[in-house]
């Protein structure tokens, strides 16, 4: 009954710092998404996959590193966090492609001092 | 470069009355359109889906696209409080889906 899931949920860190936000789904959707979210921009897809072991850059994927070993993980690396990499970061998966209805997991807020 | 553009807000709109949320899109050969709602704090919800041109309803909501216009509403009748939130409009366009930033909804009780 989980759906997606995210973790950490909160976190804080130092500007160089790596950092891993973690993105589970129990739905075996086969395709996967990693969006940020700030004020005035709205949500900017970052990667994306469309099955295992195949990603894709979104719109802002610049500083990120994504991998996907398997299908219900999907987790999104920060190498050397900087600033403006602050955000909300949601996952969203769907199971039909990238024209259909995508499901959100409820979201990382990342704070890089 | 392929748009969503939504009205900011915030929209009021007293209870009982109907909450008509604007839509429009840059890319002619869209095919795919979500409504989206946001509480604050919270991760977009999935409201509805529509892919033909007309009106597809589901219960107090209803979905409006007409592809000819570029255009694409949400209609939620009789607004309750708990209606207040963001809604995002989302556009397939180059092989991704495009979120607009969305549109404020206040429910004035």
């Known amino acids: 009954d989980a759906g997606i899931t995210q973790s950490p949920r909160y976190k804080i860190t130092e500007t160089g710092r790596q950092v891993t936000l973690m993105c589970h789904q129990t739905w075996s959707h086969s395709y996967m998404f990693w969006y940020r979210q700030d004020l005035g921009h709205g949500l900017r897809l970052i990667y994306y996959?469309?099955?295992?072991?195949?990603?894709d850059k979104g719109e802002v994927p610049d500083g990120y590193v994504v991998s996907r070993s398997k299908t219900e993980n999907f987790p999104l690396t920060l190498e050397s966090a900087t600033r403006s990499q602050t955000s909300v970061y949601f996952c969203?998966?769907?199971?039909?492609?990238?024209?259909?209805?995508?499901?959100f997991g409820p979201g990382t807020r990342l704070t890089v001092l | 470069q392929k748009e969503v553009e939504q009205n900011s807000g915030p929209l009021s709109v007293p209870e009982g009355a109907i909450a008509s949320l604007n839509c429009t899109y840059s890319d002619r050969v869209s095919q795919s359109f979500f409504w989206y709602r946001q509480y604050s704090g919270k991760s977009p919800e999935l409201i509805m889906s529509i892919y033909s041109n007309g009106d597809k309803e589901d219960g107090r909501f209803t979905a409006q696209l007409n592809k000819a216009s570029q255009y694409v509403s949400l209609l939620i009748r009789d607004s309750q409080p708990s209606d207040s939130a963001t809604y995002l409009c989302?556009?397939?366009?180059?092989?991704?889906?495009?979120f607009g930033k969305g549109t404020r909804l206040h429910i004035l009780p």
């Open positions: 989302a556009v397939n366009m180059n092989d991704k889906i495009i």
């Open positions: 996959s469309a099955a295992a072991d195949i990603t």
């Open positions: 969203a998966s769907s199971p039909s492609g990238l024209y259909n209805e995508q499901f």
